[in-house]
């Protein structure tokens, strides 16, 4: 959940603490949720290096504009000034494990996407290779997964092609690291712009809100592995009696603070520190 500010040549992001569900906001916040997501997104844009251009600017407080000295406290470790692109309108998205809706199409038709799977795969199982599945970016409601056939009609072959290889180069040097980290990276989605003909990694990258993340030492093939993120509220709103529809139901305590350390654990894990000292 994120604000957007126009500063005029760039863009102002605003990581919040509010969280969704069932594209619902809720009325309780995840403490620290936005700086965990705008401080994991920032280690991989330095992780990955110049090689892959991003959209970051600058986390420096001191080039806020002025009007903003008086939010500095809340801004701090939250905020990104990033390059304005133009936004390709497909996510892409990379599997590396079978699951979620790429299990559900599996279990009905033996694809994802479109791509024909081996038969006998079970639920969170490895894929022999990871698979590039992207997915259309839906105005309202949720994205729809569409075939690399259909994207290439929607944005071009060429450059259909080229963002599947940078997706999957990403995914497969992020995966490398997470697994010494004891992380395994199920699948996440990528969004991508274009300054001045060039691909530009934009958004939020490879965060707990944009991947599946699970503990290595947790996974078990045919079942779906804990994660670091909003699946713990999900699990939970899964036992009320609520129809998905809004208001959504506030959170309780425990529930909100056993995610907010799932969010803190999975900064911890793939940065190697705790998060208090990514804000220091």
Same mark, same amino acid.
Request: charged residues 25%.
């Given at each position: 959940?994120?604000e957007i500010?126009?500063?005029?040549?760039t863009?102002?992001?605003v990581?919040?603490?509010?969280i969704?569900?069932?594209?619902v906001?809720l009325?309780t916040g995840?403490? %620290?949720?936005?700086q965990?997501?705008? %401080?994991?997104?920032k280690?991989w844009?330095?992780f990955?290096?110049?090689?892959?251009?991003?959209?970051l600017i600058s986390?420096?407080l001191?080039?806020? $504009? $002025?009007s903003l000295v008086?939010?500095h406290?809340h801004l701090?470790?939250?905020?990104m000034?990033?390059?304005k692109?133009?936004?390709i309108?497909?996510?892409?998205?990379v599997?590396?494990y079978?699951?979620g809706?790429? #299990?559900?199409? #599996?279990?009905?038709?033996?694809?994802?996407c479109?791509?024909t799977?081996?038969e006998?795969?079970e %639920?969170?199982?490895k894929?022999?290779? $990871?698979?590039f599945?992207?997915?259309?970016?839906a105005?309202?409601?949720? @994205?729809?997964n569409i075939?690399f056939?259909?994207?290439c009609?929607?944005v071009?072959?060429?450059?259909?092609?080229k963002?599947?290889?940078?997706s999957?180069?990403i #995914?497969?040097?992020?995966t490398e690291?997470?697994?010494s %980290?004891?992380?395994?990276?199920?699948d996440t989605?990528?969004?991508?712009g274009?300054?001045?003909?060039?691909?530009?990694?934009?958004?939020e990258?490879?965060t707990?809100d944009s991947?599946?993340?699970w503990?290595e @030492?947790e996974?078990v093939?045919g079942?779906?592995?804990?994660?670091f993120?909003?699946?713990?509220?999900?699990?939970?709103?899964?036992?009320?009696d609520?129809?998905?529809?809004?208001?959504?139901?506030?959170?309780?305590?425990?529930?909100? @603070?056993g995610?907010?350390?799932r969010y803190?654990?999975?900064?911890?894990?793939?940065?190697g520190r705790p998060l208090?000292t990514a804000?220091s």
């Amino acid at each position: 959940m994120r604000e957007i500010f126009d500063l005029g040549d760039t863009f102002l992001f605003v990581a919040t603490d509010r969280i969704s569900a069932y594209d619902v906001v809720l009325p309780t916040g995840i403490a %620290q949720k936005g700086q965990v997501l705008t %401080q994991v997104s920032k280690f991989w844009f330095d992780f990955l290096g110049e090689g892959i251009k991003n959209h970051l600017i600058s986390m420096d407080l001191a080039d806020l $504009p $002025p009007s903003l000295v008086d939010f500095h406290d809340h801004l701090e470790g939250r905020f990104m000034i990033v390059k304005k692109l133009e936004m390709i309108p497909v996510e892409c998205v990379v599997r590396g494990y079978l699951v979620g809706s790429g #299990y559900k199409e #599996y279990c009905q038709d033996g694809t994802v996407c479109g791509i024909t799977l081996p038969e006998g795969l079970e %639920q969170a199982q490895k894929l022999a290779e $990871p698979i590039f599945t992207p997915a259309a970016k839906a105005t309202d409601g949720h @994205d729809e997964n569409i075939s690399f056939a259909v994207m290439c009609d929607m944005v071009g072959e060429e450059l259909s092609c080229k963002l599947r290889n940078l997706s999957l180069e990403i #995914y497969t040097r992020a995966t490398e690291h997470a697994a010494s %980290q004891g992380v395994l990276i199920a699948d996440t989605k990528f969004e991508f712009g274009l300054l001045d003909g060039e691909i530009v990694l934009g958004d939020e990258v490879l965060t707990p809100d944009s991947s599946r993340y699970w503990p290595e @030492d947790e996974y078990v093939t045919g079942r779906n592995p804990p994660s670091f993120d909003k699946q713990y509220v999900r699990d939970y709103l899964s036992t009320l009696d609520w129809d998905k529809n809004p208001p959504g139901p506030a959170l309780p305590d425990e529930i909100v @603070d056993g995610t907010t350390e799932r969010y803190r654990q999975a900064f911890q894990r793939i940065t190697g520190r705790p998060l208090k000292t990514a804000l220091s």
